[in-house]
């Protein structure tokens, strides 16, 4: 057994080991290898900013297990074991990982090892650790349980995450007209303007920006990445789909949303222009959209700017959905978590992501 790092001649086997772990499983959707195949090749705009070392345990003649080593430098305490896969539980193989992990945070001065944090929070965070048996829903992990163990035996510490799920076809209003009427003296929400994507994408990055900087995990965000983000999903979203929240003109708030295209995905595809036409011809198909990111300023929380864009979602969507499912919440989050308890049916899937402090 031993461990290679990833060349120009063996970059082809790497990539396709990743994607075989989506083949042919009708639980599993891949909507990462884009991404993938963007650092490795160094097509996307972040390959500028971090230090990657793709790795790859092999034993027999045989790949067994991968993953994408990266040192962000505007997360410098980190170094991350991203796009993790496995054939099966081989803590031997996964030593030689941690070994290799461990020496790139001591040359980056680096104090923490991630697990399941694929570069940037907005490209996956989260192993899989329940409901193991139902489908990947879009953008979000699915694994087998013992990816979790990897991270558990290593002492590393577990980061909770959950996500909620609500059965929405008899509802016919989220808020009462009085709560209506108040907001919307407060504020306006408009759907993105897609012909000016630039700009709406700078947006976006602002408000994240202001948002999230005390969030665990998040880095500040450039332009031109969040740019690449949305030109990689343009052609299935529609404006509706990026929602922002206006107060005297100003965006002060945004809510990103979208259907679930797993549910028009074959096992072996990736999204792509097939997704795209499926979108466009049996869009009605899909009967769960998910709110997969919200962000207020911080002056605006807690004055209904929130519920401003939750109202206008529901708008959107109402009778043309069955179910609401939420990404990714932090269980520590009680803000957002109140959300789902309030209006949620309930607990839907659970995620963990991992920490390993090397200075304890």
């Not at 665990?216 to 509706?240: A, G, Q, V």
């Not at 009967?287 to 300023?297: A, D, Y």
């Not at 929130?306 to 499912?325: H, S």
């Amino acid at each position: 057994m031993e461990l290679v790092s990833v060349e120009s001649k063996n970059k082809k086997d790497f990539f396709n080991f990743y994607k075989n772990q989506y083949k042919n499983n009708p639980l599993k959707r891949d909507s990462l290898s884009g991404l993938l195949k963007g650092l490795l090749y160094g097509k996307s705009s972040l390959c500028e900013s971090v230090d990657l070392e793709p790795l790859m345990v092999i034993d027999k003649n045989k790949i067994i297990m991968i993953c994408l080593l990266a040192h962000v430098h505007r997360m410098p305490d980190y170094v991350q074991i991203g796009f993790f896969e496995s054939d099966e539980l081989n803590m031997q193989a996964f030593d030689l990982i941690m070994d290799r992990a461990e020496k790139m945070a001591k040359s980056k001065k680096a104090s923490k090892i991630s697990g399941s944090l694929n570069i940037h929070v907005n490209y996956g965070l989260g192993f899989l650790a329940s409901d193991f048996h139902k489908k990947q829903s879009f953008g979000m992990a699915h694994n087998p349980e013992f990816y979790n163990e990897y991270f558990i035996k290593n002492g590393f510490t577990t980061v909770d995450m959950i996500s909620y799920k609500k059965d929405i076809t008899n509802m016919d209003n989220l808020l009462s007209s009085k709560i209506q009427k108040k907001l919307g003296e407060r504020y306006k929400v408009r759907e993105a303007d897609f012909s000016n994507l630039k700009k709406e994408a700078g947006i976006y990055t602002e408000i994240n920006n202001k948002s999230f900087s005390e969030h665990l995990f998040y880095y500040t965000r450039k332009k031109e990445e969040d740019l690449e983000l949305f030109k990689d999903l343009k052609f299935l979203l529609k404006p509706e789909n990026l929602l922002f929240v206006e107060k005297d003109g100003v965006p002060v708030g945004f809510m990103l949303w979208y259907p679930d295209f797993n549910q028009l995905m074959k096992p072996s595809e990736t999204v792509g222009i097939k997704t795209v036409i499926k979108n466009k011809l049996f869009s009605n198909k899909i009967k769960t959209f998910k709110i997969v990111e919200m962000g207020v300023i911080p002056k605006e929380r807690s004055r209904g700017a929130i519920l401003a864009l939750f109202d206008y979602c529901f708008k959107c969507t109402k009778d043309k959905f069955d179910y609401l499912e939420s990404g990714w919440i932090l269980t520590e989050n009680t803000k957002s978590k109140n959300f789902g308890i309030k209006w949620a049916d309930g607990e839907s899937k659970h995620y963990k992501a991992y920490i390993k402090d090397l200075s304890i």
